[in-house]
């Protein structure tokens, strides 16, 4: 079945580092991908997504890249803040429905 | 904005106990809604999908008798945990389908059980 991989279950930067948060994705055809963020005691919050073959979706000075050829779409964002402390989750949607990744907590030390 | 509202926020019930769950969306008409539980670590599993006019789809492991939902219109969702034990312990989400087919989230409804 459809599924989507996280490598990294935590992240710990500094503030201004440059962060990647690794997704690969296992689906047939075009799925589209999204990204979402998870602060404490809220709902996952909606990022930004991309649907079609080297796609650039960003928000918040956050992008990735629908990558068909390597099943990826790898979160970066090139200085972050101690504001970006938060869990992030990505995910495949199919038939109406959105299957998520494990999660990566990212920690930021000012 | 789409924005989705989930109350209560919190909830305790007593073991065997039954309680229920509101879903709103504001904004935006949710063609429609997934109900998610999020586990303890994190994880998070698709209870059922529910369309408007249409027969409400769960997932291995849910099941009507156990979690009933209603769905009555575009802004409005609503699920209940019957006979709630601790393995329904969670954070209950709702996630309510805007345009490019992006599920929108409420905050959730925790619930615990004693």
């Known amino acids: 079945g459809d599924s989507v991989t996280q490598t990294e279950g935590q992240v710990a930067l500094s503030e201004e580092d440059f962060l990647t948060i690794h997704c690969n994705y296992s689906?047939?055809?075009?799925?589209?991908l999204f990204w979402y963020v998870q602060y404490p005691g809220e709902g996952p919050q909606f990022l930004f997504r991309?649907?079609?073959?080297?796609e650039k979706g960003s928000s918040r000075g956050f992008e990735a890249t629908y990558d068909k050829g390597t099943t990826s779409f790898h979160l970066r964002k090139a200085s972050v803040q101690e504001s970006d402390s938060a869990v992030y989750y990505c995910?495949?949607?199919?038939?109406?429905?959105?299957?998520f990744g494990q999660g990566t907590k990212l920690s930021i030390k000012p | 904005g789409a924005l989705v509202y989930q109350y209560p926020r919190r909830t305790i019930c007593k073991s065997g106990t039954s309680m229920r769950m509101e879903c709103q969306a504001v904004?935006?008409?949710?063609?429609?809604v997934a109900w998610y539980r999020q586990s303890p670590q994190k994880t998070f599993e698709l209870i059922a999908l529910?369309?408007?006019?249409?027969?409400?789809?769960?997932e291995q492991n849910f099941t009507q008798e156990k979690f009933p939902i209603s769905h009555p219109n575009l802004s409005f969702s609503s699920m209940t945990v019957l006979n709630a034990y601790l393995e329904d312990r969670g954070l209950y989400l709702c996630?309510?389908?805007?345009?490019?087919?992006?599920?929108?989230f409420g905050a959730g409804t925790r619930l615990s059980v004693l």
């Open positions: 991309a649907s079609r073959d080297k």
């Open positions: 995910a495949l949607g199919t038939q109406g429905k959105l299957i």
């Open positions: 529910s369309t408007v006019n249409s027969a409400i789809k769960y």
């Open positions: 904004g935006f008409q949710a063609t429609s």
């Open positions: 689906a047939s055809g075009y799925p589209a």
């Open positions: 996630g309510a389908r805007a345009s490019q087919n992006t599920l929108y």
